[in-house]
Nanobody
């Protein structure tokens, strides 16, 4: 079982920056792929960025070059540095942990409760 708690959201002006953090409880954090997703009002949840358990990263086209995902396995945290924010980045941002469990091969997915990011002047 993994519990995820996001922090760092808030109100920022266009062009500004925010850093989101996700703290994970439980063991085996380093075995999980970690991702950030977002859901804007009236829209479906979408992938923003992912970092695998081996440190490989991938980004949605809309955030490439502006957002950076990173992880600290010693602290059981994953962060999302968001620069040059735009009004269209406004959404609730969620942290997700994913892995295929050893032995059972079952997919294990855990979500945080989300943190609001609002980009507005």
């Amino acid at each position: 079982q993994v519990q995820l708690v996001e922090s760092g959201g808030g109100l920022v002006q266009p062009g500004g920056s925010l850093r989101l953090s996700c703290a994970a409880s439980g063991s085996s954090f380093s075995t999980y792929d970690m991702g950030w997703y977002r859901q804007a009002l009236g829209k479906q949840r979408e992938l923003v960025a992912v970092i695998t358990n081996s440190g490989n990263t991938n980004y949605a086209d809309a955030v490439k070059g502006r957002f950076t995902i990173s992880r600290d396995n010693a602290k059981n945290t994953v962060a999302l540095q968001m620069n040059t924010l735009k009004p269209e980045d406004t959404a609730v941002y969620y942290c997700k942990a994913h892995r295929i469990a050893p032995i059972s091969w079952a997919s294990q997915d855990y979500w945080g409760q989300g943190t609001q990011v609002t980009v507005s002047s």
